[in-house]
């Protein structure tokens, strides 16, 4: 009886990586004959377990979705960061902090001390400033996260920017996550093109069962292109600014999306913008480098307004000899 729960149990942890096993994959892997892994199948079935059975040469055994939510198996590092980050969801506005509370306190009471004690020691070391109240619909968000993991089409109604409304036929890639709001990054297939949605403005997401195969981007630019695009789409002021210095130096030091385009080995422009033209101004002297402003007119008042500000903190007045002030 002890070797039977053993090996049911790693036959479970086998099907729950995700993949098509066949039946003399799984008789190897567990030192057994095709007839038992039939046999355990059938007993991971009756325990609540969705097992498919998958004909042809190509098929093979996959655990699937079912009516109710069986057992799960982790190991070690898998439940230590599944109670981290349950732990974490309490601690933010996202409308599960309940929910996460009661899945954490059941996760605790059958983990480990060894591991327990590495949850805590994660817990001591962390501080977390909670979260201003999320305007996301977790519903929405689980529909477009199910069809980007399927490869699944996505229609949806979306309200945008200026207001107007209007039926959008995508195939999603990925959801990031920026401060309190998530954005989906999708190909929109009327479009023809990348476009990203903010997920609190999408209408109740429908999958179409139509599969896809995803348009190729670099899965390390995806973060710094969908902030790019959503920074910019927002901006309320621009401005194109020469700076004396090199374009991979001022890339490293700015916090905020800009354009650069190097001019030589010692100096680039830059483009950039802000809905505080005033925030543009501390960016632009946080370089510590030569500037000028090519185009923007708000960022020059700004810098003017900054430079009094600073002369005043520093006691300094304007005379008659400061050069920029005759």
Known sequence: MLATS?????????LQLGRDWTSSELADRLAVSSRT?????????????PVDARPGVAGGYRLAAGTAMPPLLLDDD?????????????????????????ALAKLEQVLPSRLRRRVEAVREATSVVPAA?????LGVLGVAAAAIRGHERLRFRYVAHGGGTGARHTEPHRLVSWGQLWYLLAWDLDRDDWRIFRVDRMGPPTPTGARFRPHAIPEDRIVAYV?????KAAWTYRARVLVRAPASEV??????????????????RIELGSNDPDRLALSMAHLGVEIEVIEGDE??????????????????????????HP
């Open 78 to 102: 898998e439940a230590v960061a599944v109670a981290i980050g349950l732990g974490a969801a309490a601690t933010q506005q996202l409308g599960v902090e309940e929910t996460s509370l009661t």
């Open 37 to 49: 892994v039939r046999a355990d199948i059938g007993k991971l079935r009756s325990l609540g377990y």
């Open 6 to 14: 053993a090996r049911l149990l790693e036959l479970l942890s086998l």
């Open 251 to 268: 890339a490293a030091k700015l916090a905020v999306p800009v354009d650069i385009e190097e001019v030589d080995e010692s100096t680039c």
């Open 299 to 324: 960022l020059v008042a700004a810098l003017d307004r900054l430079a009094t500000r600073l002369r005043n903190a520093a006691g300094g007045t304007r005379t008659s000899a400061d050069p920029c």
């Open 133 to 137: 109240e999320s305007l996301v619909d």
């Open 227 to 231: 902030v790019g695009r959503v920074s």
